[in-house]
């Protein structure tokens, strides 16, 4: 079974700075999909970035970026110039490419991020 | 464009009391999901549908059934309530469950206590 581990459960940066959220994947599977989504206080799901794991190109969403290295199954989300309405919490997922309609998202347990003005 | 909106937002239920979850979508979206949140474990699917009419179990589904008569609509039911379903509950739906058009769309969530 798949399993996603996000091994910081809280994390604080400076107004402006850069942070990276890390995140790591165990799966047997070649072919699948990593996604960042980000929580904030309103409990509210919102998708940040999206990686093909066919894609040797790491995704890029204006501040936001990946570090994906598929050898090693490390997904991390690099956050530039930190901005205020960035905090919140931070899930990695994973979703397998095979199966069809039964390909669930496996959530990792979340990174709290706090920015600091 | 609402996207997927959740009513209630709040419920305090007693042990044993039932209730109704309703998740609507107006993005003519096929896939629609239910999830549950609980501190330190992410989030786990409980059921979802691959269309009208259709329902299927996820990771977490005792205790819970679902019905999807309209495509737009997805029900998530607790016949007894329980205090091991005190969680927030996210649902979600998705155009399709692979390719670029996978993308899982939420709604804002239901906190359910339950005493």
């Known amino acids: 079974a798949q399993t996603v581990t996000q091994s910081q459960p809280e994390m604080s940066v400076q107004e402006a700075e850069t942070v990276t959220l890390s995140c790591t994947y165990d799966?047997?599977?070649?072919?699948?999909?990593l996604f960042w989504y980000k929580q904030p206080p309103s409990r509210q799901m919102i998708l940040v970035i999206r990686q093909e794991a066919y894609k040797q190109q790491n995704a890029t969403e204006n501040r936001f970026s990946v570090n994906f290295q598929k050898a090693a199954k490390s997904f991390s989300l690099k956050i530039s110039d930190s901005q205020l309405g960035d905090a919140a919490m931070y899930f990695c997922a994973y979703r397998s490419d095979y199966g069809g309609a039964t390909n669930k998202l496996i959530f990792g347990t979340g990174t709290l991020l706090a920015v600091q003005p | 464009n609402a996207g997927v909106t959740q009513t209630p937002k709040f419920r305090v239920l007693k042990t044993g009391q039932s209730m109704t979850l309703l998740c609507a979508q107006d993005m003519n979206h096929e896939y629609m999901y239910w999830y549950r949140q609980d501190p330190g474990m992410g989030l786990r699917l409980i059921h979802y549908s691959v269309g009208e009419g259709t329902t299927a179990k996820g990771e977490v589904p005792d205790g819970y059934n679902v019905s999807r008569l309209k495509k737009q609509n997805f029900l998530l039911g607790l016949e007894s309530a329980a205090p091991s379903q005190t969680s927030v509950y996210f649902c979600?739906?998705?155009?399709?469950?692979?390719?670029?058009?996978?993308?899982?769309?939420f709604g804002p969530g239901t906190r359910l206590t339950v005493l």
């Open positions: 799966t047997s599977e070649s072919d699948y999909y």
């Open positions: 979600a739906s998705s155009y399709q469950a692979g390719g670029h058009l996978d993308t899982q769309y």
